[in-house]
């Protein structure tokens, strides 16, 4: 994941400055070749007066800062830094490059005394200890990084609710200052009705190119279905707003309305942009849209889902996600392929038909309680097994009897949509959670 980074080497002259002097090339040459852009000192920073003077030259937004105690240095430092510039802070140490000799460069110390005034002011950090050329330091730091940066960007989501959520549906609201508190997360309403009308008068021209481009991922599709046509101007009108509201993703109620009033399902317009990264969740499902996002951040652009848990198959230890014909197109099974298909309740086009393909998944959820926000996660293996139901489905392997895992989700209140990726982001979820102050409820572990 690029990150725009602010990259500070701190060290003391009083240290060995030829070793300091390795370990910070090494360093600037690693973050040179992870991030999209590093903001550096041409210099190791060895005084509070030079870094005083680097920092007044900062004129770039960053997502993170990577403070590195290239040898000890005192708290000094980091507060000033700190004081300027608020963002999660990743402290790295490196090893002494001789043990039984003098003490070179003194730099787990400094990175304890770094985490220690990081502590006390009340920011969120992380902590990375060995060499740039090690390859455990390397992936920690890619990690650390793609969850700062997914903390950055939440920060500045807009979110499209087009429409609200269905009666009794209360899993999909929010509350707006809430949400925006915890995460920087901002709401961007869209009349549905108002699109709707808007969107049966996009002309030919503009919602073709949507047409040929589902035609090239959808098997059986009919170009000639009204439906079809309905699901363009959708879509059309759908990526005006995005671009007129800078929204970066949506929730979007779609029953009964969407058969009623536009005579189309909403689940191929949602999975048309998911597969394009804008994640779209349905049933105007805000936080179930929020945990999408997430899940697309860190995995670095996969295709997430958004699905009920079901069924239980005990035969296989697994759990079964399901919905009514919503799905990425990239993440039918390659035995299949995504299929055009109907509403199973409504018999109205267009929805997805598939089984989702097998792999390592996480399972994640931003939940709301009374007493604030809180993270859901496990993990699991997707089975390549047919699909079980009319829509799109996903049956999940479990490491935990999945009769004490769906019992836990129970007792624990969960909302009933879980965002699905094919990828293991664990890890980075509880650290996204850390940083953030954020009880995570970690199932299967």
């Given at each position: 994941?690029?990150?725009?980074?602010?990259?500070?080497?701190?060290?003391?002259?009083?240290?060995?400055?030829?070793?300091?002097?390795?370990?910070?090339?090494?360093?600037?040459?690693?973050?040179?070749?992870?991030?999209?852009?590093?903001?550096?000192?041409?210099?190791?920073?060895?005084?509070?007066?030079?870094?005083?003077?680097?920092?007044?030259?900062?004129?770039?937004?960053?997502?993170?800062?990577?403070?590195?105690?290239?040898?000890?240095?005192?708290?000094?430092?980091?507060?000033?830094?700190?004081?300027?510039?608020?963002?999660?802070?990743?402290?790295?140490?490196?090893?002494?490059?001789?043990?039984?000799?003098?003490?070179?460069?003194?730099?787990?110390?400094?990175?304890?005394?770094?985490?220690?005034?990081?502590?006390?002011?009340?920011?969120?950090?992380?902590?990375?200890?060995?060499?740039?050329?090690?390859?455990?330091?390397?992936?920690?730091?890619?990690?650390?990084?793609?969850?700062?940066?997914?903390?950055?960007?939440?920060?500045?989501?807009c979110i499209g609710v087009v429409g609200?959520?269905?009666?009794g549906f209360y899993f999909s609201g929010?509350?707006?200052?809430?949400?925006?508190?915890?995460?920087?997360?901002?709401?961007?309403?869209?009349?549905?009705?108002?699109?709707?009308?808007?969107?049966?008068?996009?002309?030919?021209?503009?919602?073709?190119?949507?047409?040929?481009?589902?035609?090239?991922?959808?098997?059986?599709?009919?170009?000639?279905?009204?439906?079809?046509?309905?699901?363009?101007?959708?879509?059309?009108?759908?990526?005006?707003?995005?671009?007129?509201?800078?929204?970066s993703a949506l929730a979007i109620r779609?029953?009964?309305?969407?058969?009623?009033?536009?005579?189309?399902?909403?689940?191929?317009?949602?999975?048309?942009?998911?597969?394009?990264?804008?994640?779209?969740?349905?049933?105007?499902?805000?936080?179930?849209?929020?945990?999408?996002?997430?899940?697309?951040?860190?995995?670095?652009?996969?295709?997430?889902?958004?699905?009920?848990?079901?069924?239980?198959?005990?035969?296989?230890?697994?759990?079964?996600?399901?919905?009514?014909?919503?799905?990425?197109?990239?993440?039918?099974?390659?035995?299949?392929?995504?299929?055009?298909?109907?509403?199973?309740?409504?018999?109205?086009?267009?929805?997805?038909?598939?089984?989702?393909?097998?792999?390592?998944?996480?399972?994640?959820?931003?939940?709301?309680?009374?007493?604030?926000?809180?993270?859901?996660?496990?993990?699991?293996?997707?089975?390549?097994?047919?699909?079980?139901?009319?829509?799109?489905?996903?049956?999940?392997?479990?490491?935990?009897?999945?009769?004490?895992?769906?019992?836990?989700?129970?007792?624990?209140?969960?909302?009933?949509?879980?965002?699905?990726?094919?990828?293991?982001?664990?890890?980075?979820?509880?650290?996204?959670?850390?940083?953030?102050?954020?009880?995570?409820?970690?199932?299967?572990?």
């Amino acid at each position: 994941m690029a990150n725009s980074i602010l990259y500070l080497p701190i060290a003391r002259k009083t240290f060995n400055m030829e070793e300091a002097e390795k370990i910070w090339k090494a360093s600037s040459d690693l973050l040179s070749k992870t991030c999209r852009y590093v903001k550096e000192p041409e210099y190791l920073i060895t005084s509070p007066d030079e870094l005083e003077d680097f920092l007044a030259t900062v004129d770039v937004d960053v997502d993170t800062i990577v403070y590195q105690s290239v040898t000890f240095a005192d708290g000094e430092f980091i507060q000033a830094t700190i004081n300027k510039i608020k963002v999660p802070v990743v402290v790295w140490s490196v090893r002494e490059p001789v043990v039984g000799q003098r003490l070179m460069l003194n730099s787990l110390t400094g990175g304890n005394s770094t985490c220690h005034v990081l502590q006390s002011n009340n920011r969120s950090f992380s902590f990375v200890f060995g060499n740039p050329d090690e390859a455990q330091v390397k992936d920690t730091l890619a990690s650390h990084l793609s969850v700062t940066k997914t903390i950055y960007n939440t920060s500045r989501l807009c979110i499209g609710v087009v429409g609200d959520h269905p009666p009794g549906f209360y899993f999909s609201g929010t509350n707006k200052e809430k949400l925006q508190h915890t995460f920087g997360v901002t709401l961007k309403d869209v009349d549905l009705l108002h699109a709707f009308k808007e969107a049966k008068e996009v002309p030919e021209e503009r919602w073709k190119k949507e047409v040929d481009t589902a035609e090239n991922k959808i098997i059986g599709l009919n170009r000639n279905d009204e439906t079809v046509m309905r699901f363009a101007q959708f879509t059309v009108k759908m990526r005006d707003y995005i671009e007129e509201e800078k929204l970066s993703a949506l929730a979007i109620r779609c029953w009964p309305d969407f058969f009623n009033e536009l005579g189309a399902a909403a689940c191929s317009t949602l999975s048309h942009l998911t597969d394009e990264s804008m994640v779209s969740a349905c049933e105007s499902d805000i936080h179930g849209s929020l945990s999408m996002y997430i899940l697309n951040q860190l995995s670095g652009g996969a295709a997430p889902y958004l699905g009920d848990m079901v069924h239980i198959n005990q035969e296989n230890n697994a759990m079964v996600f399901w919905h009514c014909g919503a799905g990425a197109y990239s993440l039918a099974s390659q035995r299949t392929g995504a299929k055009a298909g109907v509403h199973p309740n409504r018999k109205m086009g267009l929805t997805m038909e598939f089984g989702l393909k097998p792999g390592k998944v996480t399972i994640f959820r931003v939940g709301a309680t009374p007493e604030g926000y809180r993270l859901l996660v496990f993990t699991g293996e997707a089975l390549d097994v047919p699909q079980r139901f009319n829509g799109t489905t996903i049956e999940v392997a479990v490491e935990k009897d999945v009769q004490e895992v769906m019992q836990e989700l129970m007792l624990e209140g969960f909302e009933p949509h879980y965002a699905i990726v094919h990828a293991d982001v664990r890890g980075q979820i509880k650290e996204f959670g850390r940083l953030l102050n954020l009880p995570v409820v970690e199932i299967n572990s």
